[in-house]
């Protein structure tokens, strides 16, 4: 089962980077790496994906190890709006439950 | 464009019955997944629907069961409620099928408790 790992928690102070890692030692060759973020009462918003190289878009930065067992997430300059849960989940073609299984995240406090 | 909508928000219920949650995908999607958050296991995949078809199923009993209308709405069941089903119900739409790996979006959930 291609399964994720995350801290379970993270702190980081306001305008500076936040660097959010992910290991996924099983991962196979057609899995895709998704993140999504979850604001209190709220469901959780697509953040990026990414399959091999490197991805960039409006919210964050995506950077991806050669051998693909870890990912980390990058935001550039983290505001009080980005304090929330972080999910990394691995997604395939032709789904399946365990590419769909979020866990717990991680949990990214901001200090002002 | 209306994002996934998700009825009702709140619910409460007691031990032994039943519950009916409705989904809305976004217009044009076609494939709508649910998942269960409690804080102890976190979010967990239900079930998957494409087209009317239950494509994926998660790790959960028979008690919990869904389908999918011809116009990709929704609908997930929970029969013989137990305290351990309240949770926060998630339903989530993507524009294609199985194959897809692109952004799934999320409803703001439905909030079951058992009493």
């Known amino acids: 089962d291609a399964k994720t790992t995350q801290p379970n928690s993270m702190e980081s102070n306001e305008e500076e980077p936040v660097h959010l890692p992910c290991n996924h030692s099983?991962?196979?060759?057609?899995?895709?790496i998704h993140w999504y973020r979850q604001l209190p009462s709220q469901g959780p918003e697509y953040v990026i994906h990414?399959?091999?190289s490197n991805v960039n878009n409006r919210m964050a930065s995506l950077a991806i190890a050669e051998d693909r067992k870890s990912s980390t997430l990058i935001l550039h300059r983290a505001t009080l709006r980005d304090a929330a849960v972080y999910y990394c989940?691995?997604?395939?073609?032709?789904?399946?439950?365990?590419?769909?299984?979020f866990g717990k995240g991680t949990h990214l406090i901001i200090q002002p | 464009k209306a994002g996934v909508t998700q009825t009702p928000r709140y619910l409460i219920k007691t031990r032994g019955q039943q519950v009916t949650l409705s989904c809305s995908p976004i217009?044009?999607?076609?494939?709508v997944s649910w998942y269960q958050q409690t804080p102890g296991q976190g979010l967990q995949f239900l079930f998957e629907?494409?087209?009317?078809?239950?494509?994926n199923k998660g790790n959960f009993p028979g008690r919990f069961s869904g389908r999918q209308f011809s116009n990709s709405r929704s609908e997930m069941n929970v029969s013989t409620l137990e305290l351990g089903d309240s949770a926060l119900y998630l339903c989530?739409?993507?524009?294609?099928?199985?194959?897809?790996?692109?952004?799934?979006?999320f409803g703001e959930g439905s909030r079951l408790t058992v009493l």
């Open positions: 989530a739409s993507s524009l294609a099928g199985p194959s897809n790996t692109g952004e799934l979006f």
């Open positions: 099983t991962i196979s060759g057609t899995d895709y």
């Open positions: 990414g399959l091999t």
């Open positions: 989940i691995l997604k395939r073609p032709g789904g399946g439950a365990d590419g769909l299984t």
């Open positions: 217009s044009g999607h076609r494939s």
């Open positions: 629907y494409f087209s009317e078809t239950q494509r």
